[in-house]
């Protein structure tokens, strides 16, 4: 409310210097057509300034702003395929029987051009994914997760996300997915059903994981390549991978 009179009282003191201007003016050339004249002149083109500020000016500057913030969420999202989302691949990729098949699709990917990123993530949401959760280490999976609880609330805590929904949405399965394991007992002893609902969580954050570090890739080759030259070295679909070079 103070502001707002703040600005009632500002706006009032300009409108009365201007007139204090225009007093002096006529007093100095007496000339009230003249005035009048680059008055209405000046009142005619308001509406134009008004387009150019809104429309353009003010959408270029949220253009940028947005972009400022994306690349700011693409930090954030480095930080979480760092401390969290390559692991993530790596116990994901043992519960799944496509594993072979999606690293042959990622073998050549240090040269893909811009658009093979695209097609390739669009193939892999459409894939028949399944997940056999006897094949994996639940329980090292279950540890991992609770080990990076708080580091995932952390980032969920981020006000940018909403600037990035797939991001957001492979956060929330992942948290899911450690609050369902955090709640049993025993992951060792699950009924079939339990089991069953179980791939369910572990298939979703996977397909989202893969279609995520996807997206993260082709900006680390767009905007940083020497992060691209780390991340392919520490590719979690090549088992030969090495972070050394060779």
Request: proline share 3%; hydrophobic share 45%.
């Amino acid at each position: 409310m103070k502001r707002f009179k703040w600005q009632i009282l500002f706006g009032l003191f300009l409108i009365g210097l201007s007139a204090v201007f225009y007093f002096i003016h006529y007093l100095i050339f007496r000339d009230a057509h003249h005035i009048f004249l680059y008055l209405v002149g000046d009142i005619a083109f308001i509406p134009i300034e008004v387009l150019l500020v809104t429309f353009i000016i003010e959408r270029f500057l949220d253009e940028r702003e947005k972009k400022v913030m994306l690349n700011k969420m693409n930090m954030v999202i480095g930080a979480f395929f760092s401390e969290v989302g390559t692991k993530l691949l790596e116990y994901g990729s043992e519960f799944s029987p496509q594993t072979e098949k999606i690293s042959q699709e990622f073998k050549s990917i240090k040269n893909w051009p811009e658009g093979e990123f695209i097609i390739v993530s669009k193939k892999i949401r459409n894939y028949e994914h399944q997940i056999e959760i006897q094949k994996g280490n639940l329980e090292g999976l279950r540890s991992f997760l609770v080990e990076k609880r708080n580091f995932l609330l952390l980032i969920l805590q981020n006000p940018n996300l909403l600037e990035h929904e797939t991001f957001t949405e492979l956060l929330w399965a992942v948290f899911h997915l450690t609050e369902e394991l955090t709640k049993r007992e025993d992951v060792k002893k699950l009924t079939d059903a339990d089991s069953e609902h179980l791939e369910g969580d572990i298939k979703r954050a996977y397909i989202l994981l893969i279609a995520e570090w996807l997206d993260y890739m082709k900006h680390l080759k767009d905007k940083y390549p020497y992060l691209f030259s780390l991340a392919i070295r520490t590719n979690p679909f090549d088992p030969s991978a090495s972070v050394e070079v060779k």
